[in-house]
């Protein structure tokens, strides 16, 4: 099957800019993640979607970060704007069911901010 | 909620040694357990995940990894590393209500030395 896709691999952009990060999940996985990972450290949860449904945005930084998932399908996840503390790896996740199956990851997008 | 230790930040063993990496958990009731691994500019690979039932749980690579609820611990285990088991390695923990996202350790860096 195919695995998590997610684009671009970097970006580098200056602090105040926006960025947007695409997420196409394993196909028929209904639960989606974004996780923040930044150097040195394990994953951060951002947000976790069932199907087109925010579950979890408890630690997501609202007021520049958003996400969606329009169709229940892929996902972007937007930042705006940047600050250089968002500098780190950006990996989407998916799983079916949630819970009780691994979480399937992409190769994540790294993000430079400076 | 749940959260993990890692408490060895790196690790270097000689090719040929064995090798045991450390977690432990908090978490109230029964967990899933993961163990994940992160080579440079990679997502995350799942290596072995532990639901129920046996205790020892075998995964890929030749990792295996034993749940100890009296010692909330989940540690990775491999008799003898290649030089190719070099990578970060993340421990995760999850819960049955379904909905709950994984929580990860911050990691352990595994160097690997002639």
């Known amino acids: 099957e195919a695995g998590v896709a997610q684009s671009p691999r970097y970006k580098i952009i200056e602090k105040r800019q926006s960025v947007a990060f695409w997420c196409n999940p394993i196909?028929?996985?209904?639960?989606l993640y974004w996780y923040q990972q930044i150097l040195g450290q394990g994953p951060k949860l951002l947000i976790q979607?069932?199907?087109?449904?925010?579950?979890?945005d408890s630690q997501l930084p609202k007021d520049r970060f958003s996400a969606e998932r329009l169709k229940g399908v892929d996902s972007t996840l937007k930042i705006q704007p940047a600050k250089l503390e968002d500098s780190a790896v950006y990996l989407c996740?998916?799983?079916?069911?949630?819970?009780?199956?691994?979480?399937?990851f992409g190769n994540g997008t790294r993000l430079t901010v400076t | 909620a749940q959260s993990v230790t890692q408490p060895d930040i790196h690790i270097t063993v000689s090719e040929g040694a064995s090798l045991e990496l450390r977690c432990n958990y908090s978490?109230?009731?029964?967990?899933?357990l993961f163990w994940y691994v992160q080579s440079p500019g990679q997502g995350l690979q799942l290596l072995l995940k532990?639901?129920?039932?046996?205790?020892l749980v075998q995964g890929i690579k030749g990792f295996e990894a034993e749940f100890k609820r009296s010692q909330s611990s989940f540690n990775l285990r491999k008799p003898s590393v290649h030089w190719s088991d070099a990578a970060e390695y993340f421990c995760?923990?999850?819960?049955?209500?379904?909905?709950?996202?994984?929580?990860f350790g911050k990691g352990t860096r595994l160097s690997v030395i002639a």
């Open positions: 996740a998916s799983s079916h069911p949630p819970g009780e199956s691994p979480l399937h």
């Open positions: 196909s028929g996985h209904a639960t």
């Open positions: 979607f069932q199907n087109n449904g925010v579950v979890d």
């Open positions: 978490y109230g009731a029964t967990p899933y």
């Open positions: 532990y639901f129920s039932g046996d205790t």
């Open positions: 995760a923990v999850g819960t049955h209500s379904g909905n709950t996202p994984l929580v």
